[in-house]
């Protein structure tokens, strides 16, 4: 018995060195291998990060499917959400429509009834014209446009853009006009609050942001209000936007003006009869005096 178990441990040794010899033998010729054919395993190498770059991209196209699914999922949520938003401000607007028909049916009424007029004011009429920034011109803020009086434009017209006023006509040529821009120092504006009917003037100090001048102690003028022409000079049209009012010191109140950009391109210049002066006959006196003797 003892016997038999040292067989098995010699045979059991000699397998063991049997393989660590073969092993070592692998290991020297693969070392032999790698050092003579190193082109050999590289092209091996290339070939299979090239096939497993390419079972890469093939699982992957699944991740990228489902990314994108996910992608529009979110897009499709968003465009919901979207348009029942935009349902809700068209159900507003229409309750708004309704109402301002109804007030301009009983504007109407009243125009007829007391036999005055009772318009806005604004022109409805509009010169369309091209701005070109004005670089080395006489005004710090100013700007050029491509049609002038042969388009009909003349001095003191108001200039505006889609977003609001941009400014007015300072001087007119045969083809082409000067607008000299609401922020520039020599801009004077007579202005009031769209809330309140406070008055005030817009005076320009070359800077992003004019103020509010000449306000009374008594005036309601808040951060919020909105700016707009009061007409009060004669020479402008009533109800123009122009800004809103900023916080800040009630005799020097700023205002953010609807037109903030510097790349205007279109505009539209409003046609606008002032007020003019009655005139009036003076009395001859040395004609009364001389009647009132005979």
Same mark, same amino acid.
């Given at each position: 018995m003892f016997g038999?178990?040292r067989n098995r441990?010699? &045979? &059991?040794?000699r *397998?063991t060195?049997?393989?660590f010899?073969f092993l $070592?033998l692998?290991?020297?010729?693969l070392?032999?291998?790698w050092?003579s054919?190193? %082109?050999?395993?590289? %092209?091996?190498?290339?070939?299979i990060? %090239?096939?497993?770059?390419?079972?890469?991209s093939?699982l992957?196209?699944?991740? #990228?499917?489902?990314e994108?699914?996910?992608r529009?999922?979110g897009?499709?949520? &968003?465009?919901? &959400?979207e348009?029942r938003?935009? #349902?809700q401000?068209l159900?507003?607007?229409?309750d708004?429509?309704?109402?301002?028909?109804?007030?301009?049916?009983k504007?109407?009424? /009243?125009?007829?009834i007391?036999? $005055?007029?009772v318009?806005?004011?604004?022109?409805?009429?509009?010169?369309?014209?091209?701005?070109v920034?004005?670089?080395n011109?006489p005004?710090?803020?100013s700007?050029l446009?491509d049609a002038?009086?042969?388009k009909?434009i003349? #001095?003191?017209?108001?200039v505006? %853009?889609?977003?609001?006023?941009?400014?007015h006509?300072?001087? $007119?040529?045969p083809?082409s006009?000067?607008v000299?821009?609401?922020?520039?120092l020599?801009?004077?504006?007579?202005?009031?609050?769209l809330r309140?009917?406070?008055?005030?003037?817009?005076?320009?100090?070359?800077t992003?942001? +004019?103020? =509010?001048?000449y306000?009374?102690?008594n005036?309601?003028w *808040?951060?919020? @209000?909105?700016?707009?022409?009061?007409g009060?000079?004669?020479? =402008? +049209?009533?109800?123009?936007?122009?800004g809103?009012?900023?916080?800040?010191? #009630?005799?020097?109140? +700023?205002?953010?003006?609807? $037109?903030?950009r510097?790349?205007?391109d279109?505009?539209w210049v409003y046609? /606008?009869?002032?007020?003019?002066?009655?005139t009036?006959?003076i009395?001859?006196?040395?004609?009364?005096?001389n009647?009132?003797? @005979?």
């Amino acid at each position: 018995m003892f016997g038999s178990g040292r067989n098995r441990y010699r &045979r &059991r040794s000699r *397998r063991t060195r049997a393989t660590f010899a073969f092993l $070592v033998l692998v290991s020297i010729i693969l070392l032999f291998s790698w050092s003579s054919n190193r %082109t050999f395993l590289g %092209t091996v190498r290339a070939q299979i990060e %090239t096939i497993g770059s390419a079972i890469g991209s093939v699982l992957s196209y699944p991740v #990228k499917a489902v990314e994108a699914i996910g992608r529009d999922l979110g897009d499709l949520g &968003r465009a919901h &959400r979207e348009n029942r938003r935009l #349902k809700q401000e068209l159900n507003r607007l229409r309750d708004v429509e309704m109402r301002a028909n109804a007030l301009a049916i009983k504007i109407s009424r /009243f125009e007829s009834i007391l036999n $005055v007029g009772v318009s806005s004011g604004i022109p409805e009429t509009k010169i369309a014209a091209r701005a070109v920034s004005e670089i080395n011109g006489p005004f710090v803020h100013s700007v050029l446009l491509d049609a002038g009086n042969g388009k009909g434009i003349q #001095k003191g017209y108001a200039v505006m %853009t889609a977003e609001g006023m941009l400014g007015h006509v300072i001087r $007119v040529g045969p083809r082409s006009s000067r607008v000299l821009k609401l922020e520039d120092l020599n801009s004077r504006i007579a202005v009031m609050s769209l809330r309140s009917q406070a008055r005030a003037i817009l005076t320009g100090n070359n800077t992003a942001y +004019p103020a =509010l001048s000449y306000i009374r102690d008594n005036s309601d003028w *808040r951060a919020g @209000d909105m700016v707009v022409t009061s007409g009060d000079e004669g020479t =402008l +049209p009533a109800g123009l936007p122009i800004g809103t009012v900023l916080a800040g010191e #009630k005799e020097n109140l +700023p205002v953010e003006l609807f $037109v903030a950009r510097e790349d205007i391109d279109w505009v539209w210049v409003y046609p /606008f009869e002032p007020f003019s002066a009655p005139t009036e006959d003076i009395p001859n006196l040395a004609d009364d005096q001389n009647g009132s003797e @005979d």
